[in-house]
């Protein structure tokens, strides 16, 4: 799925207003003879123009600045360029203009449609659209537009775009209608209705359109959608190809749990990437860091455990798993020769059991911190190197620094690569669920401080112990941490609705979200949130029953 064809920018607008029933959409519908998105419903938007970028039309842009457009799209310069790409193509297309006069005042429906014969000579380039603005004295409403969305149309396409979605309310009685020519069909619908006519076959949206409405189906109010869209924190969603576990190719998106993968592991977007997850069978993903899944999948360890060998001509092995002969073969047969460490990130019995069998067999030194006098705990692993936050491992030109990150396990490190910033994070984040803090070893407090920590350091991508590679680290520690406090607050309201609740009381509403045949391990989680609230002053224990000490409702 080799493609070298480079994204061209363009800028898409998304336009609202409140109807009778709810917040309303422009879409239209393209021709179907059209080259790209044949008969598809789409919102008003195309290709940035060099025009787009002449000072003689930024001159005309009110309401925002070069560096403010840019910093909102995360680029250096010219984002403005976006803003007016947008209005533009809204303006040529639906005959919508979002623009004011010198005077401030914005064009009505009676100005726009004076104005609307020249959409075509914009469009054919027999209008300039700076000359357009200067000889109508109009300017470009930049405050008008939020941005909303990134797409990238996925390789081996015809036409790639680099799409930045916009958003804003539709001018007061300024109704809009198709040009005639590319777009044949214009509609103003509810974000949920167009969905439903999608799904029964009346109308098609590509993937982007669709979740783009799908986004905002919540809002009651155009308003309100305006602005939930001003603070947003906008996510890019570059769609990718892979080989499934079938072997064929696959087109995967943000949503996806291999997405970051993917792009990691397939930065030229070859689409040759595998993303199987196989027990036994080595995966490259990177030029320094290989993956062997042991054959453990279960519900506390997903697919298995990652072992990771780390380096090129000398390997160290991060994980080495559980004691299975099959996997430890495994291990041992990719590292063929170049074993050199171990390092464990914590001594749970799916994690370094198997360090043993590997140091037996190649000399390896085992690096980490012994396991403490709990249950559950690889007593045998015996560091030879016990590592303390901080601490370098520097080995054939690769630097590992260890991150003491206690919470699911007293003795949890990782361990970031700095060569390429990947964190291998043992089961201190995870991929597709929440890992559970199972006091007495687990501690909730000391565990949210562990996920603080990690906002604080410089890191790319993270290689979890079980599942594939997660992406936007930061992103996902302060997802973890509200998700955290989330179940908190609503231990804190379960005991004061319960009077002096059991756990086994308490766990059946604070986990009204968990399959009931879950709550037996989520109760673990639950004792190590109790205990982080006991410790902090705020609830207490009487014979197995559990209360708060204040009230912390609101009067």
Known sequence: MAD?????????????????????????????????LAGAHVFPGGALDKADREVRVLRRVAGITDAEASARLGI?????????AGIRECFEESGILLAEGEDGRPVDAARAAALAPCRGQLHAGKLAFHEFLEKERLLLSGRALAYFGHWVT?????????????LALAPEAQVGTHDGTELVASDWLRPLDAIEREARGEIQLVFATKNTLADLVRFARAKDALEHAREAEVETNRACWALGPDGAAALFRRRDPQYFEIHWCDPEETGQTSVALEPG????????????????????????????????????????GPAIDAHIAAVLAVGAGRIRWVLCTHTHLDHSPAAAAIKSATGAVL???????????????????VMGHGDRFMFAGLSLRALHTPGHASNHLC???ENTRMLFTGDHVMQGSTVVINPPD????????????????DILILAPGHGFLIGEPHREARRLLRHRLAREQKVVWALERLRAPTPEELVTEVYDDVAPRLHGVALRSLSAHLEKLAAEGRARAAEGRWSLVQSSMVE
Do not use: C
Not at 76 to 84: C, D, K, M, R
Not at 369 to 385: K, L, M, N, Y
């Open 4 to 36: 070298k064809l480079l994204p061209r920018p363009a800028a898409t607008l998304l336009l609202l207003r409140d109807g009778s029933l709810g917040p309303e959409a422009l879409l239209l519908q393209r021709a179907h003879s059209a080259a790209f």
């Open 415 to 417: 361990y970031l690569l």
């Open 442 to 457: 687990g501690d909730m407090r000391a565990y949210l401080e562990s996920l603080e920590q990690l906002l604080g350091e």
């Open 154 to 166: 996925a390789p081996g396409r015809a036409r790639r775009f680099d799409t930045r979605f916009f």
């Open 76 to 84: 250096e310069a010219g984002g403005i360029a976006y803003w007016v």
């Open 367 to 385: 690096i980490g911190r012994p396991a403490p006098e709990h249950p559950g705990q690889d007593r045998g692993f015996t560091p030879d190197r």
């Open 281 to 320: 069978v080595a995966k490259r993903l990177d030029p320094f860091v290989t993956r062997v899944i042991a054959p453990n999948p279960g519900m506390m360890t997903g697919p298995g455990t990652n072992t990771y060998l780390v380096g090129e001509t000398e390997l160290a092995v991060i994980d080495p």
